[in-house]
């Protein structure tokens, strides 16, 4: 079998080297060891999606599935989607975590801005956040928030990793890669904290209701004042975590909900209807919480539009796949 590298292989490789360049810092952070990590606890999302397909192909007598999970071929290519997928969240997270050692300069007063422009001179946040400010709710989306994207991340990496269809799953790969690592530029681009952190008045007197998510800022706002310790050459007592990067635009939640909804709306009708959920509730959980501006959300949706848009019409696809397909 030759070995042919594909886009979601070489993109986060380009980029990595990329932001090695720019940051000239790894910001105390072992690549090797964080891509070995993110690989390992990736494996068993693979693993879970194929014993869940058996199980229906079983029950539905069909030996299709059973017959594309013998070929040994499938299994390199699945190692390699896992692999490469770990490759990019710890690109992704490099390129988040060393957004204010290149950028420290925050747009975030400009965002609110625009948010009351788009609101016609109201802040949307302040706007949802007095809306569900009933503690029951907002102790709703404290917990759900978080689980929300847990689980929709566990689901669409399971159903992709073990979709029959080499073309589909290669193509979704494609375009999460694109999604993910060119969200984490216009982290670059356009910095900024969220208004959680740069109107924390708003949502402090919230914080019996919120007590999840602001436990979890805390966490992440600790982790970014340690990247600008580190930088300083200032002695940190704590190591510094690639996933708790801190950036608001674009909202890549709300794009990943979006980007995963727009491929099943072609692939699974159920799946469609729970991730056009998930887009709902990421978009307003996020305001709710203050992890993002409403432009966020909005500029999360066009760029995971766009990385799937692309990715269909690279990959040709003119028609959709059945389970047994390996087209």
């Not at 788009?118 to 706007?127: T, Y």
Request: charged share 15%; glycine share 6%; aromatic share 18%.
């Amino acid at each position: 079998m030759r070995l042919r590298l594909h886009f979601f292989e070489i993109f986060p490789i380009v980029n990595l080297v990329a932001i090695a360049l720019v940051a000239r810092t790894q910001a105390g952070v072992s690549m090797i060891g964080m891509i070995v990590v993110f690989t390992a606890a990736l494996l068993p999302y693979a693993a879970f999606g194929v014993l869940v397909r058996a199980f229906i192909a079983a029950m539905r007598k069909d030996r299709a599935y059973f017959a594309i999970i013998r070929d040994w071929r499938y299994h390199v290519e699945t190692v390699r989607l896992v692999f490469a997928t770990g490759l990019m969240i710890v690109t992704y997270g490099w390129i988040k975590l060393t957004v204010p050692i290149v950028r420290p300069h925050l747009f975030d007063q400009q965002l609110w801005d625009l948010d009351r422009v788009l609101f016609f001179g109201f802040s949307p946040n302040v706007f949802f956040l007095e809306l569900f400010s009933a503690p029951a709710m907002l102790r709703a989306i404290d917990i759900s928030y978080a689980a929300i994207f847990g689980i929709s991340l566990a689901l669409a990496l399971a159903y992709f990793f073990s979709h029959p269809s080499r073309r589909v799953r290669i193509a979704f790969a494609n375009g999460n890669a694109a999604m993910w690592i060119t969200g984490a530029w216009l982290y670059m681009l356009l910095p900024s904290v969220g208004p959680a952190y740069r109107f924390p008045d708003l949502w402090f007197p919230y914080a019996a209701a919120l007590q999840k998510t602001q436990i979890l800022q805390a966490v992440l706002m600790k982790n970014y004042l340690n990247v600008h310790r580190w930088s300083q050459g200032i002695q940190i007592q704590e190591p510094i975590r690639i996933v708790y990067g801190i950036a608001a635009f674009p909202s890549l939640h709300v794009a990943f909900q979006t980007y995963v909804f727009l491929w099943l709306r072609r692939l699974w009708t159920w799946g469609e209807v729970l991730f056009g959920f998930f887009v709902v509730a990421i978009f307003l959980g996020s305001l709710v919480t203050g992890w993002h501006y409403v432009i966020d959300g909005l500029a999360g949706i066009l760029l995971a539009w766009a990385c799937y848009a692309a990715t269909w019409r690279a990959s040709q696809m003119k028609r959709w796949f059945s389970l047994s397909s390996r087209a």
